[in-house]
């Protein structure tokens, strides 16, 4: 960006820019441009995770996972997308036909995300809530998530996911 169009920039976001070296400046505002779209990137990512675990879609849940991706949870261990897709299956039973979820939902939340280069390190939390008696969304488990993404073509992918199931308690 030429100097003149970066000075532009800042006045309208409101930066302070010393005059000394405005170029070094916005090297380091597109540095920290791309550190944040990326922190952006995997929460969706996360997001994801819940909403395809949720509708047992787990040909697309296995996709979220790099080619040699791990998940490792209460079910155990699986390595890569059709092995965690078949794990999540065996684990979980594959659904019916047209199956719509009207009885759960994963809540995903307090994402801590430290991106370097092209992989990141993760800690979130979840909380499982389903249908009670009533039909009303109650808490059923809860846990947390620890991590690590690599940046993939195509975007970034859950490199290594580690669950541990804290209410009730349960490690991998």
């Given at each position: 960006m030429p100097p003149t169009r970066f000075l532009a920039l800042a006045v309208l976001l409101g930066l302070t820019v010393?005059?000394?070296?405005?170029?070094?400046s916005a090297g380091?505002?597109?540095d920290r441009v791309r550190v944040l779209e990326d922190q952006q990137a995997i929460r969706a990512v996360l997001i994801q995770y819940g909403d395809?675990?949720?509708?047992q879609d787990y040909?697309?849940?296995a996709a979220l996972f790099a080619k040699d991706g791990v998940w490792t949870g209460g079910?155990?261990?699986a390595t890569g997308p059709a092995a965690i897709q078949?794990?999540?299956?065996?684990s979980m039973g594959k659904p019916a036909p047209g199956f719509i979820n009207r009885t759960k939902f994963h809540l995903m939340a307090t994402?801590?995300?430290a991106v370097t280069g092209d992989t990141a390190t993760v800690r979130s939390r979840f909380t499982v809530f389903t249908a009670d008696a009533d039909g009303r969304p109650a808490p059923s488990r809860a846990g947390r998530y620890v991590d690590a993404f690599v940046r993939e073509p195509g975007g970034w992918r859950i490199k290594r996911r580690t669950t541990y199931g804290i209410?009730?308690?349960?490690?991998?």
């Open positions: 010393s005059s000394a070296s405005p170029i070094a380091a505002l597109a395809y675990l949720d509708a040909g697309h849940y079910y155990g261990t078949a794990l999540m299956e065996k994402e801590q995300i209410i009730p308690y349960s490690g991998p």
